[in-house]
Antibody, heavy 123, light 107 residues
Framework: QVQLVQSGAEVKKPGASVKVSCKAS????????MHWVRQAPGQGLEWMGI????????SYAQKFQGRVTMTRDTSTSTVYMELSSLRSEDTAVYYC????????????????WGQGTMVTVSS | SYVLTQPPSVSVAPGQTARITCGGN??????VHWYQQKPGQAPVLVVY???DRPSGIPERFSGSNSGNTATLTISRVEAGDEADYYC??????????FGTGTKVTVL
């Protein structure tokens, strides 16, 4: 079945970086764009960016420009999200989410979600 | 930036109908998607492209979109429908935008 499995929880100090992985299975990895979304404790969903697993092109939310890097490894069907210069406000659950329709991104719904990765930033 | 506004909470008795609104400037010209999120779980897509349902989602979930308001309707509400619900659109200027979220409580 189609699924996304994310890496485990992380605890980081302010100023450090974190890299979260999302391994896809059950479908053609390079055919579907992948998003990253985060959710701070008790808060709503916040879009961070999108990656095209086929060519590796990315687009990031303006808020995260310069601090986030999304990459992929087609040999393992895995996408990565690295966030640098962490601060306490980055404490959140980070989700990867696959789009619904292959080959499209704009109006495409977020169909399959990973289980989430809790990142805690604390000194 | 594009803003989507939802009521913070909606309460409904079992068997009744819950309507969750999502307000945005000329949202009727956009494709609206809706997600259900239960505590401690990842969101689940329940309606896409205004009114389509993914496989496995009950017919009790339906959507509409016109003017400045999109609506998710849950008919014959069950205890298991208690969750947070988020609308979402793509905007050419703001990219992907989520609504503020609505907590549905089944009385």
């Amino acid at each position: 079945q189609v699924q996304l499995v994310q890496s485990g929880a992380e605890v980081k100090k302010p100023g450090a970086s974190v890299k979260v992985s999302c391994k896809a299975s059950g479908y053609t990895f390079t055919s579907y764009y992948m998003h990253w979304v985060r959710q701070a404790p008790g808060q709503g969903l916040e879009w961070m960016g999108i990656i095209n697993p086929s060519g590796g092109s990315t687009s990031y939310a303006q808020k995260f420009q310069g601090r986030v890097t999304m990459t992929r490894d087609t040999s393992t069907s895995t996408v990565y999200m690295e966030l640098s210069s962490l601060r306490s406000e980055d404490t959140a659950v980070y989700y990867c989410a696959r789009v619904l329709v292959a080959g499209d991104y704009a109006d495409n719904a977020f169909d399959i979600w990973g289980q989430g990765t809790m990142v805690t930033v604390s000194s | 930036s594009y803003v989507l506004t939802q009521p913070p909470s909606v309460s409904v008795a079992p068997g009744q109908t819950a309507r969750i609104t999502c307000g945005g400037n000329n949202i009727g010209s956009k494709s609206v998607h809706w997600y259900q999120q239960k505590p401690g779980q990842a969101p689940v897509l329940v309606v896409y492209d205004d009114s389509d349902r993914p496989s496995g989602i009950p017919e009790r979930f339906s959507g509409s979109n016109s003017g400045n308001t999109a609506t998710l309707t849950i008919s014959r509400v069950e205890a298991g429908d208690e969750a947070d619900y988020y609308c979402q659109v793509w905007d050419s200027s703001s990219d992907y935008v989520f609504g503020t979220g609505t907590k549905v409580t089944v009385l």
